[in-house]
């Protein structure tokens, strides 16, 4: 459905988006995650049209929209957008919004549609209703129901969860990738919340000044991240030196590690990542001052700092006890 090749974007001298490939077959939702500045909304930008590319190319559905040599215009790709902010117009009731982009289609069959999309997003009944009579996620629901309404090959989503309470946005996500699969609609969006990305996506790809790091299923980009920029940006860890051992096996301060763990070359030599559920509290290993507790809900994260310095996190049950400044005895899971 969309694949971009090798596309370098840019304003003026200055490159924002180098060197990007990656593709999305149909049916398939993916996010592109990063922190801010990194680049993934100017290339949802430009899969759209809004962008004109400085390298490479864009093909939607096999064919080319977007090169040196040829630039679609966005209303000839066939693609929806949801916006941050939703973009409703107030002065339309909620049917109406819906119905905005189907003015080609004859009446009957425009109610049709946008009752068909009400029931998809789960608010039947509510045609009639304006926009500020809604919550935050029935808004949401109702830019999603507009954006799809014309069925379009593609849909894209420009951080469409900001807008909602932090509580909100993680079930929203889930909501919506219901209503994304049960429409078989293809969908890329763009966030800089993990909780999102994996709640949302088929397919997550992480960028960084600039470049796509990695791009692959959830499970892969946090159990396996291909650069030390993922490693250090998709949930919580640390990165602890390491040595190799005659038998292929990595070297740490708390033990070893197998050999295909997460591992790094950096300026400071070889790091492996340890992730909070890779470091246990036991009663016999190496003594660690706990520099401060997190309370997840189901259990706590501990930060902690080793004899040498270094720094680690825990995963620790809720019955541990242990303060600020205490020391606890930590090793490596023996899940690992």
């Keep these: ?28 939702i993916g996010c592109l995650l990063g922190p801010s500045g990194c680049g993934k909304t100017t290339l949802l930008r ?6 004109p590319v ?22 000839a790709r066939d693609i929806g957008m949801v916006f941050q902010d939703h973009a409703l117009f107030p002065h339309l009731s909620v049917g109406d919004n819906i119905g905005f982009g189907l003015h080609r289609m004859a009446k009957p069959l425009r109610a049709a549609r946008v009752q068909e999309m ?3 997003v789960g608010l039947e009944g509510m045609g009639q209703r304006w926009p500020h009579e809604l919550s935050g996620g029935q808004q949401q629901r109702v830019a999603l129901a507009r954006a799809l309404a014309p069925r379009p090959s593609l849909l894209l989503m420009d951080e469409p969860f900001s807008s909602l309470d932090t509580s909100m946005r993680e079930s929203i996500a889930r909501e919506v990738r219901a209503i994304l699969k049960q429409a078989k609609a293809t969908a890329l969006m763009v966030t800089h919340d993990q909780n999102e990305a994996f709640a949302m996506a088929d397919n997550v790809g992480v960028m960084a000044r600039g470049q796509l790091m990695q791009w692959g299923n959830a499970v892969q980009v946090y159990c396996a991240p291909a650069t030390q920029d993922v490693a250090q940006f998709v949930g919580d860890g640390a990165l602890v030196p390491a040595q190799a051992t005659a038998g292929g096996q990595w070297q740490t ?8 763990h997460p591992h790094y070359q950096t300026a400071q030599g070889v790091q492996v990542l340890l992730r909070p559920e890779h470091v246990a509290v036991v009663e016999k290993g190496v003594r660690a001052q706990v520099r401060e507790r997190t309370f997840r809900g189901s259990h706590f994260v501990f930060e902690l700092e080793l004899p040498d310095g270094q720094a680690v996190m825990a995963k620790v049950s809720l019955n541990a006890l242990y303060g600020a400044c205490e020391s606890v005895q930590i090793a490596l899971s023996p899940e690992l």
């Design 1 to 28: 459905m969309l694949e971009v090749k090798n596309v370098s974007l840019g304003y003026g001298n200055h490159i924002v988006v180098q060197n990007v490939s990656m593709r999305l077959d149909q049916g398939e």
């Design 46 to 51: 430009a899969i759209a049209g809004f962008e």
């Design 118 to 120: 009400l029931e998809l």
């Design 253 to 260: 301060a708390l033990g070893l590690l197998p050999a295909g």
């Design 54 to 75: 400085r390298a490479g190319q864009i093909d939607l559905q096999g064919k080319t929209v977007a090169s040196l040599a040829q630039h679609v215009p966005p209303q």
